[in-house]
């Protein structure tokens, strides 16, 4: 186990719905970053997040957003939600600092299974 | 473009017969290459990483190379509980940037 755990695990919305998914990070990571993976292919990144700043941000709209707190914990926060958003979301930690090191040593968390109609 | 591209997409084996999985990437400064194995509805589990050309590291059946476009995933003599899918990955600045993936199945 990787230490990294996401809540809900399954979870339906319809379009235009907003929802809020969550990830808990070992403690000590200071770094954590979203995926979005669609069915069939690699996960690809949203956003990452370094002692509560967005760090970096892949090709993801506004309506993506995310929060990081103290206490190693964070959240995805999806508006106006879409068909296309259905997806595996997976929340990675890593112990390293920002940028390339957030990402080279990073763990992931089993995921949330959204499903929007 | 920095990209990551996986073959085959699917590859479906006997118990024993070893086979190999490719990675291509063109990515400027290459940080690293790195190898995960994903179960269904489960996260990336890290298997390896490769910085250098000649490079090669083993864990149990699996062995991964690397020269400077590629890298290669070696199964030898799988077993069922390989099952899975392969993933590999290269940093670009904050951005882990994934292949799609080779669906490895290994028939008993």
């Known amino acids: 186990e990787t230490g990294v755990t996401q809540s809900p695990t399954h979870l339906i919305k319809t379009r235009g719905q907003q929802v809020t998914l969550r990830c808990s990070s070992q403690?000590?990571?200071?770094?954590v970053s979203w995926y979005q993976q669609a069915l069939g292919q690699g996960p690809q990144f949203i956003f990452q997040y370094y002692r509560e700043e967005e760090n970096g941000r892949g090709n993801f709209p506004p309506r993506f957003s995310g929060l990081q707190f103290p206490n190693y914990s964070s959240e995805l926060n999806v508006n106006a939600l879409e068909l296309d958003d259905s997806a595996l979301y997976l929340c990675a930690s890593s112990p390293g600092t920002s940028g390339i090191k957030g990402v080279e040593t990073q763990y992931f968390g089993p995921g949330t299974r959204l499903l929007v109609l | 473009e920095d990209q990551v591209t996986q073959s085959p997409e699917a590859l479906r084996l006997q118990e024993g017969e070893s086979s190999s999985l490719n990675c291509s990437y063109t990515?400027?400064?290459?940080?690293?290459l790195f190898w995960y194995r994903q179960d269904p509805g489960k996260g990336p589990e890290f298997l390896f990483t490769l910085y250098s050309a000649g490079e090669e590291k083993e864990k149990e059946r699996l062995k991964a190379t690397l020269t400077k476009k590629e890298s290669f995933l070696h199964i030898t003599a799988p077993k069922p509980e390989d099952s899975a899918t392969y993933l590999c990955a290269v940093p670009v600045r904050t951005d882990m940037r994934f292949g799609a993936g080779t669906r490895l199945t290994v028939k008993p």
């Open positions: 990515v400027s400064g290459l940080r690293g």
């Open positions: 403690s000590g990571h200071n770094t």
